[in-house]
């Protein structure tokens, strides 16, 4: 069982890498967009306090979130196999209420520079009905429509240069310290996230499997 939390700039990869870690250790691939959003589709307690905070367009505080995780952690398949989490924590306070709820095997950093992830970003299109990406280099086969459902195929406002700055500025400040938190209790693996997906994989099952076999018995305990 692994107990997995991942880092890394926006457009680092960590979304595809994340789907082919969770196969290959067979963990859920926690994200926490997807698990407030089933949070509040279900009707949970957490999931309805999440909703007040974002139909107001407030961030959520950290109790609402950590409820959130919390709840999700407490399922099944999370008990039997680990996770992975992806997109929390996203700050000390948030690491330090996390390894209070669940031991940490590895917390790993897909290192990619500023300007690679700003190139990324900046050149993504994203499909508006499905959500498959695309580039300007790697456009669909008709006119900007989506090959997978037909859907219109655009920039995100997100993914314009004033707010991947912003994006990346509030990584700088809140993200990094999180890491370093990470790095000061022995947990942090730092992996090279440049070259084709195939051999980021490579590298980080190496990294992960590395870590574990030098010293299984490391864990942050509540």
Request: charge should be negative.
């Amino acid at each position: 069982m692994l107990r997995l939390v991942i880092f890394g700039r926006q457009g680092a990869g960590k979304g595809t890498q994340s789907e082919a870690l969770a196969e290959h250790y067979g963990a859920p691939h926690i994200s926490t967009g997807d698990i407030l959003r089933e949070a509040v589709a279900s009707g949970t307690a957490f999931g309805l306090k999440a909703k007040e905070f974002m139909d107001a367009g407030q961030l959520l505080p950290d109790e609402v979130m950590l409820g959130v995780v919390a709840d999700r952690l407490a399922e099944a398949d999370v008990r039997e196999h680990g996770f992975l989490l992806d997109g929390y924590p996203r700050t000390v306070g948030q690491a330090e209420a996390l390894v209070g709820l669940t031991p940490i095997d590895v917390a790993l950093n897909l290192e990619v520079p500023e300007q690679t992830v700003l190139e990324r970003l900046s050149s993504r299109r994203v499909c508006e009905g499905c959500g498959r990406n695309y580039s300007v280099s790697v456009r669909p086969g008709h006119d900007w429509e989506c090959d997978s459902c037909g859907g219109k195929v655009v920039q995100r406002d997100d993914d314009k240069p004033a707010a991947i700055a912003q994006r990346l500025a509030t990584y700088r400040d809140e993200t990094v310290p999180t890491i370093e938190w990470f790095d000061s209790k022995g947990l942090l693996v730092n992996v090279d996230g440049l070259g084709t997906p195939e051999d980021v994989t490579e590298r980080l099952f190496a990294a992960i499997d590395e870590r574990l076999s030098a010293d299984p018995e490391r864990r942050t305990h509540p």
